[in-house]
């Protein structure tokens, strides 16, 4: 069973950082962040592969965000720049024993486990 436990949301103004973390248990081999805003689908940000660190990320935050993991610690980690207004949303960590593909992001149903979320509300 892998347990999935984020932190770090919070309110920030439009250009600045904010970074999440999700402490996870359990074994995995693809981490991820999702996001949902109210009245839309869930969409992928970004994932990881947690044996060799191949990551992914969605074209919106290329540039911007950072996915990383500290496996001594079992946490993920997003780190996010120049927050824009629509970056604001709930952001959830995901994981799954299947491997990351560039496909992941737009299948977040294959996930199979997933935190509780987390709020991030970017003010313009």
């Known amino acids: 069973q892998v347990q999935l436990v984020e932190s770090g949301g919070g309110s920030v103004q439009a250009g600045g950082s904010l970074r999440l973390s999700c402490a996870a248990s359990g074994y995995k081999n693809c981490m991820g962040w999702f996001r949902q805003a109210p009245g839309k689908e869930r969409e992928g940000v970004a994932t990881?592969?947690?044996?060799?660190?191949?990551?992914y990320y969605a074209d919106s935050v290329k540039g911007r965000f950072t996915i990383s993991q500290d496996n001594a610690k079992n946490t993920l980690y997003l780190q996010m720049n120049r927050l824009k207004p629509e970056d604001s949303a709930m952001y959830y960590c995901?994981?799954?024993?299947?491997?990351?593909?560039?496909?992941?992001?737009?299948?977040?149903?294959?996930?199979?486990?997933w935190g509780q979320g987390t709020q991030v509300t970017v003010s313009s």
């Open positions: 995901a994981a799954d024993r299947g491997f990351c593909n560039s496909r992941s992001l737009n299948v977040p149903n294959a996930f199979h486990y």
């Open positions: 990881i592969n947690t044996s060799d660190g191949i990551t």
